[in-house]
């Protein structure tokens, strides 16, 4: 079974392309333990959705 992979920049777009917003959600579901930080050897930051997070709760309120 496939995790799925996320981006920062999709999280940001998400987010009406307000970057403290979406950091604030990011830190929120790494510290949650729904997503899981890993950067591969193209130097580009990608998250695992552990808990198949849905796109709603990546939206700050």
């Known amino acids: 079974m496939d995790i799925p992979i996320?981006?920062?920049e999709e999280i940001i777009k998400l987010n009406g392309h307000d970057?403290?917003?979406a950091y604030?959600?990011?830190t929120y579901h790494l510290e949650k333990g729904n997503l899981k930080k890993e950067m591969p050897d193209n130097g580009k930051v990608i998250y695992h959705?552990?808990?198949?997070?849905e796109d709603f709760?990546?939206?700050?309120?």
Not at 49 to 53: A, E, F, K, P, T
Not at 57 to 61: F, P, R, V
């Open 57 to 61: 709760t990546l939206i700050h309120d």
């Open 24 to 26: 604030a959600v990011l």
């Open 19 to 21: 970057w403290d917003r």
């Open 6 to 8: 996320i981006t920062f």
């Open 49 to 53: 959705n552990l808990n198949r997070v």
